[in-house]
């Protein structure tokens, strides 16, 4: 059974660069198949989805994002991050990372709140 983790960044400055990291079991995020992604959903409104990267490692970015995040990847920890400025107030918000979030293999975390204070 597959499970995704995220890590924990809690409080982050508006000066700070965001990572976030997902750590995924049962399952490998090089299986050509998967397709790796990053939501998020600031308060009071609906989940926003940011990107992903698939099985081969190619990444994809929402286009409406006022800041445009990276996606990065380490196969040997079946890890993979989101990098995103934390200068915006759509930062705040609970992340998710999903795999393959509207198929039928559609798996997602708990979720991790990050709020963007000074």
Known sequence: ???????DPGLVKPS????LTCTVSGDSITTISRYWNW????????????GGSTGSGSTYYSPSLKSRPSISRDTSKNQFTLHLSSGTPEATAVYYCARDPLGPLAS????TQVTVSS
Do not use: A, F, H
């Open 39 to 50: 939501i998020r959903q600031p308060p009071g409104k609906g989940l926003e989805w940011m």
């Open 108 to 111: 997602w975390g708990q979720g």
């Open 16 to 19: 700070q660069t965001l990572s």
């Open 1 to 7: 059974q597959v499970q995704l983790q995220e890590s």
